[in-house]
């Protein structure tokens, strides 16, 4: 079974610092590789992904991830933070091939909270 | 092109009862997951419709079931509530490939359900 491990529960930032949370999974074959973010009150939006090619991916809002296959991971970044940038990240991954590339398992969440 | 609907929006039950959440996805697209979403557990994954089949399946009880229509719209039923049902139920909607972009799913706002 796959799983997706966030090692960073809740970061805290000052405007302008830069930004990297974890992102470990767990999955024998190859996968599609996903950011999520949940902005306070709102529902879940897509920040980036992966496929294939080239491992640096840029998101919307300036986020980049970068998938490192010999490590499982799967990086965001972002060099300037912004408060508007507060809410919960999610990494999720599901299979890239089969009939369960529908089912995506999720991380457990970064809070980020950045103060001005 | 319209996101990903969900009705109701709020609801609230008690012990014992039944409900029922929809979920409209986006248009051209035949896949449809549901997710349950808690502080304790995170996003974990119910089941998954695609052409009016239940193609994928989480590890909840048969209290939860769900079924598609032709249109793609999905239900999500929830028998004999408890209080651990509470939670925020996405449905997300995708094209329903098994690579790729045709697996990219897009989230609703959510039905919050609370069980009294």
């Known amino acids: 079974a796959q799983s997706v491990s966030q090692h960073n529960h809740h970061v805290i930032l000052s405007e302008a610092a830069s930004l990297e949370l974890g992102c470990n999974y767990s999955?024998?074959?190859?996968?599609?590789l996903f950011w999520y973010v949940q902005y306070p009150g709102q529902h879940l939006q897509l920040l980036l992904k992966y496929f294939s090619g080239d491992p640096l991916v840029k998101g919307i809002k300036g986020f980049e991830a970068e998938f490192i296959k010999s490590k499982f991971s799967f990086n965001l970044r972002k060099p300037s933070v912004q408060w508007s940038d507060t809410a919960e990240y999610f990494c999720a991954v599901n299979p890239s091939l089969g009939g369960t590339a529908s089912k995506l398992t999720f991380g457990t969440g970064t809070r980020l909270q950045v103060t001005l | 092109k319209a996101g990903v609907t969900q009705t109701p929006r709020y609801l609230i039950k008690t012990r014992g009862q039944q409900v029922t959440l929809s979920c409209s996805p986006i248009s051209g697209h035949r896949s449809v997951s549901w997710y349950q979403q808690t502080p304790g557990q995170g996003l974990q994954f119910l089941f998954e419709y695609f052409s009016e089949t239940q193609r994928n399946k989480g590890n909840f009880p048969g209290r939860f079931s769900g079924r598609q229509f032709s249109n793609s719209r999905s239900e999500m039923n929830v028998s004999t509530l408890e209080l651990g049902d509470s939670a925020l139920y996405l449905c997300a909607s995708s094209l329903g490939g098994s690579g790729g972009r045709s697996s990219e799913q897009f989230f609703g706002p959510g039905t919050r359900l609370t069980v009294l």
């Open positions: 999955y024998g074959g190859t996968v599609n």
